[in-house]
């Protein structure tokens, strides 16, 4: 098989010539439109397939039908033992051309088997992966074609398994997700510019995002593919590729996410690194989520807050009661948490202040530490008398919660106070 680095070369070639319609050398399929820069993908996997499929019957003619059109295609999407195997299938020693004949159609039954995947269906799951073992070595470029035809279907669940199925193949795999990975992206461009909005279409956004999750998982070869996206224009390749970052090597991870958080100019993006460095439940990520304690929007601030709680340990701990200590407070008394079903719009600056700072309480609250229970106090003293509001309700919980307070009666501030001082060391 060609080595990875020249498939890959080789299917960005590949890409410009079909977007600039140019032709050059073996490839001589249909060029895409314009109007369509992504389309050939799908229109050249497809004709594969049924070059494949020719050498399921019994008819010679047919044979070496699929042969030419096989060899037409060109290596890039064939691949190198693809076309060792088409060579074995012209040899007068019919013990060795059969199997080559067979192995060949079985290449062209894959998306078949592919598009039969529903859901939870494990059993054609298994199917289909035994299939790919059967194909050895020799047909796995054509077993990943199979698989990149199951991204142009409407079924997320089959883009997941074709995925997973890539995933086994390993780093072979790496350039033809990285070109379906493009695809996706042309397609939604070109979608989103039809209906004039910039809505992502579910179906592209979908493929792309588990291209990413594949390229992550894919070891160093598929994860400097996956970063080099890291930097593109667009807000919605850039929020794939944090996506899937929690998925790569533990230093690619944190590397990566800790840039998103700290520098992406998208408050997207930057929640995202923030949600990311949650997932991993690295100390290593503490510092990045505590600066993101200062970041100009509040959501951000919410994610990164929600991360420190998930990791945990004392200095996770410090940064959310400075971040509490230090958070400006609404501008209007807090009233009861509105509900989705009374809101009338979006929520005013206020209530999204009030969101954060409850946050913050909260996931204090889910430390086990005993550190914030004085801040905390310092919050609830700020009321001049005990209140129903949501802010007051949560600082009593979260209270209640640290220091093991016996009832669910609403304290108010002095009661606290007695409280904390009979039992300074919690015992």
Same mark, same amino acid.
């Given at each position: ?50 070059? /494949? ?302 969101? /954060? ?19 905390? /106090? ?13 802010? /007051? ?35």
């Amino acid at each position: 098989m060609a080595h990875h680095e020249t498939v890959g070369r080789l299917a960005i070639v590949l890409l410009l010539l079909a977007v600039c319609g140019c032709r050059a050398g073996r490839v001589s399929a249909p060029m895409a439109s314009r109007s369509d820069p992504a389309g050939f993908l799908e229109t050249r996997v497809q004709a594969v397939q049924q070059a /494949y499929l020719r050498f399921g019957t019994a008819d010679p003619a047919e044979w070496k039908r699929g042969r030419a059109e096989l060899r037409r295609e060109g290596a890039p999407l064939v691949g190198a033992e693809a076309l060792a195997l088409v060579d074995r299938s012209e040899s007068e020693d019919e013990s060795r051309a059969a199997p080559a004949r067979l192995a060949l159609w079985r290449c062209g039954r894959m998306p078949e088997l592919l598009a039969g995947m529903h859901g939870d269906n494990y059993d054609q799951w298994l199917a289909a992966k035994q299939e790919v073992l059967k194909l050895g070595a020799e047909g796995k470029e054509a077993a990943i074609l199979a698989c990149i035809l199951a991204f142009t279907g409407e079924h997320a669940n089959r883009h997941e398994l074709a995925r997973r199925l890539l995933i086994d193949i390993g780093p072979d795999a790496v350039p033809y997700l990285a070109l379906a990975f493009d695809v996706a992206t042309e397609r939604a461009r070109a979608a989103a510019q039809e209906d004039g909005t910039e809505q992502m279409p579910a179906t592209h956004t979908i493929v792309r995002e588990q291209c990413a999750l594949g390229l992550a998982q894919l070891g160093p070869i598929g994860q400097a593919e996956l970063l080099k996206h890291a930097a593109s224009p667009d807000e919605g390749v850039r929020l794939a590729v944090v996506r899937a970052l929690p998925d790569a090597e533990r230093n690619v991870a944190l590397a990566g996410l800790r840039r998103a958080l700290g520098g992406d100019r998208s408050w997207r993006v930057r929640a995202q690194g923030a949600i990311g460095l949650g997932r991993l439940r690295d100390p290593d990520g503490i510092e990045a989520l505590t600066a993101a304690q200062q970041d100009p929007d509040l959501f951000v601030r919410h994610r990164a807050a929600i991360a420190l709680g998930a990791i945990g340990g004392e200095r996770a701990v410090t940064a959310l009661c400075v971040a509490l200590l230090s958070a400006p407070r609404p501008a209007s008394p807090p009233g009861p948490e509105p509900t989705s079903a009374y809101r009338a719009g979006p929520p005013t600056p206020d209530e999204t202040l009030s969101e /954060y700072r409850l946050c913050l309480i909260r996931t204090l609250g889910a430390s086990g530490s005993r550190r914030p229970i004085e801040p905390l /106090y310092a919050e609830l003293a700020r009321f001049p008398a005990r209140e129903a509001t949501p802010l /007051y309700l949560e600082l009593d919980r979260a209270l209640r919660k640290l220091t093991g307070a016996a009832g669910w009666r609403v304290r108010t501030a002095a009661e606290w106070r007695r409280l904390i001082d009979a039992d300074p060391a919690g015992k």
